[in-house]
């Protein structure tokens, strides 16, 4: 049963132009949600997160938009840039189980010069 | 600040042979939390310690199991080794400040079981 789906394995952009990345979720005690960047042999990095009391949260050129009816969120990145090119992780967390994030299976994002 | 580190970075091991790895978390944080990344399966928890007690667990074999020292450093062993072992196996370490608590992760140890 996997909670968290990220349904499209990989996206190709222009460079400058918009990457959306998205993100399903099925448990409805999910209430933080993250987005993680990932080079191969090496761990996630960090980059945006929103609690569910929010709909938006904007760092940069990252924006995280969670809808809490539809259990979706996707993540916008404006613009893009070739060193953004990367596998992306979803990850949601539940309050009752703070430390256990469950992960998406990723999305290669291929930004082109 | 200095950020998660994992040693060793890179093990290789025969089936039936135990091995450990350790996590040293960011300098204040408490929570630790272990994760395997294989092809197949994606990016799954193992388990979670915080005050040296662990406090959540996945769906894993007794096989895997852990420990958190008094400095908030991690160990992780996994006894009886199969070929399926073979990962990336990822520490986090968080505040454990609340419901919004940001894991950060290390580079991994790369196992693989021959």
């Known amino acids: 049963d996997q909670q968290v789906k990220q349904n499209s394995p990989s996206l190709s952009v222009q460079e400058g132009r918009i990457s959306i990345l998205n993100c399903d979720y099925t448990?409805?005690?999910?209430?933080?949600f993250l987005w993680y960047k990932k080079y191969p042999a090496e761990g996630p990095t960090f980059l945006i997160s929103i609690s569910s009391i929010k709909d938006k949260n904007e760092d940069g050129r990252f924006t995280v938009f969670l809808n809490k009816s539809a259990k979706h969120l996707s993540l916008h990145i404006v613009p893009s840039q070739p060193g953004d090119s990367a596998v992306y992780f979803c990850?949601?967390?539940?309050?009752?189980?703070?430390?256990?994030?469950?992960f998406g299976q990723g999305t290669t994002l291929q930004v082109k010069p | 600040k200095a950020g998660v580190t994992q040693t060793p970075r890179y093990l290789i091991k025969t089936r039936g042979q135990q091995v450990t790895l350790s996590c040293s978390p960011i300098s204040g944080h408490r929570s630790v939390s272990w994760y395997q990344q294989t092809p197949g399966q994606g990016l799954q928890f193992l388990f979670e310690?915080?005050?040296?007690?662990?406090?959540n667990k996945g769906n894993f074999p007794g096989r895997f199991s852990g420990r958190q020292f008094s400095n908030s450093r991690s160990e992780m062993n996994v006894s009886t080794l199969e070929l399926g072992d073979s990962a990336l196996y990822l520490c986090?370490?968080?505040?454990?400040?609340?419901?919004?608590?940001?894991?950060?992760f290390g580079p991994g140890t790369r196992l693989t079981v021959l």
């Open positions: 990850a949601a967390q539940d309050s009752g189980n703070t430390g256990k994030l469950i």
């Open positions: 986090a370490s968080a505040t454990a400040a609340g419901s919004t608590d940001t894991q950060y």
């Open positions: 310690y915080f005050s040296e007690t662990q406090r």
């Open positions: 448990n409805s005690m999910f209430d933080y």
